[in-house]
């Protein structure tokens, strides 16, 4: 049984490639999990003095209701996405829930967007709700409470994922499939539904998300692309010490080549892997679903 259907699956992520964002996002969280969680157990079953995991490790991660703390530790508002305190079995399964419904839509997103704008919806879903959280709390709530995990941000990718492929199906075999949008409902109601009247900063907290997600859905189709600039500083990141395309360099190897001996790089070929995939999307759904960035790119392959 087909999980997506095939005509949806515009491009091909390899899990082992270092650029998929799912693997990156997904290895945070399970990277600050783990994390936390050991440091848990080594301050319960050692004696570290007065430091003590509560108030020294995880208030300064998560979201901890206060407004006015985030001026001393604004990182939390990045941070709190990627941690997962697991206090009793009701918060391991709100973590496994968030990030099985993370690879739903971020897999179609990814499939249907492009790898590249998956991490910047979720990044600016999860700072900017997680921001409305805490001033709704402020506003309207009388206790603080903690916020941690990455509901919030998913909600983003969530409706993302639904201006991206409004008519997308899932598991087609079954009656001819189930509407995204189901899927998209069904995630909103799990999360807040009975967070209404409880905790009303949290249900506020992922409509402004899912705005975010709609804004970025709806400038991505008109060419303009909001998370252009967090790519090019991912790129700058990972390659600031790799010799750049095209740099002559000397071959010191063992494979009885001189050491005065120049070699070139070989070029990277991922302009025309990015061609390809664009005219597979041409075959697919016509040369009107190009964004303006990908007909720029076919035009100059074209010139």
Known sequence: MAFLDEKYKTRKYLLGNTDNSLILILSLCLLGFCAVNLIKAAHHLGSYGEFNYYTDVLPKLILDGNLYAIAQKPWTLFTYMFVNDSNGFSAGIMMASNMLWFWLFGYIYQNVAGNEHVFPVFVYGGILGGLMYLVSGALFSHTAI????????VAALAVATLVASPKCKLLSELNGGIPLWFFVVAY??????VKVGVNNALVAAYIVSGMIGLLYGMFLKT???????????????????EPKDGVEAKNYTEQNVPAGVIQKLPLNNSKELFID???????????ESLTAEEQQHLQKSLS
Do not use: C, H, N
């Open 223 to 241: 060419g303009t692309d909001l998370g252009s600039w967090m790519g090019r500083f991912y790129t700058k990141a990972i390659t600031v010490f």
């Open 146 to 153: 903690i916020e941690m995990g990455g509901g919030i941000p």
């Open 277 to 287: 995939e664009i005219i597979e999307k041409i075959q697919l759904y016509g040369k």
């Open 188 to 193: 909103f109601a799990v999360s807040i539904g």
